[in-house]
C-alpha cells in the first residue's frame, strides 16, 4: 500500500500545478467580524441563485466559510436574504414536467393538437359570425331599397 501512495505522489512532483491561491474579500476589506445583517457582504458569498459559494470559489479559510454560512443561515431565517432566486429562462424541448412518460396530467393527449385544435375551432367560428354578419348587411341594404 506504501507504493501506490509514493507513485501518487511522484505523479503530482512530476506535474505540479502551480497558481495562486485566491485571497478573500474579507481579508482585502480587513473585515474582523461577519455580521448577519450585513446584507452587501454576505452577497458577494452567494451565487445568482441564492447558494452559498464553496470556499475555493470565496477564497477564504475554513473559519471564514463558516462563519459565512452561519450568518448567510441567520440572515435567510430573518428574511433578509433568499433562500432561493428563481431564475427566468426558457426552456426548449426536454422531456417535459412528466419526465416522457405518458398519462400525465391531461390523460395522455398531446398538448400541442389539443392546443391547435382550440385554435382551429375558434377560426372556424370567426369565419361562420363573418358569414353571418355579411349575409344580414346585404338583407338590410335589399330592405331599403
Known sequence: ????????????????????????VL????????DYKDVDLLGRFMSDRAKIKNRRVAGNT??????????????????????????????????????GRDGGRDGG?????????SVNDTAVDDEVIDDVETSTDVATETEEA
Open 1 to 24: 500500500m506504501a507504493s501506490k501512495k509514493n507513485k501518487a505522489r511522484s505523479a503530482r512532483d512530476l506535474n505540479p500545478r502551480k497558481f495562486k491561491k485566491k485571497t478573500s
Open 27 to 34: 481579508v482585502i476589506e480587513k473585515v474582523e467580524y461577519i
Open 62 to 99: 475554513l473559519q471564514q466559510q463558516r462563519e459565512i454560512a452561519n450568518a448567510v443561515k441567520v440572515a435567510r431565517e430573518m428574511a433578509l436574504l433568499p433562500y432561493a432566486k428563481r431564475v427566468a429562462s426558457t426552456r426548449t424541448g426536454g422531456r417535459g414536467r412528466d419526465g
Open 109 to 117: 393527449r398531446d398538448r400541442d393538437t389539443s392546443l391547435s385544435d
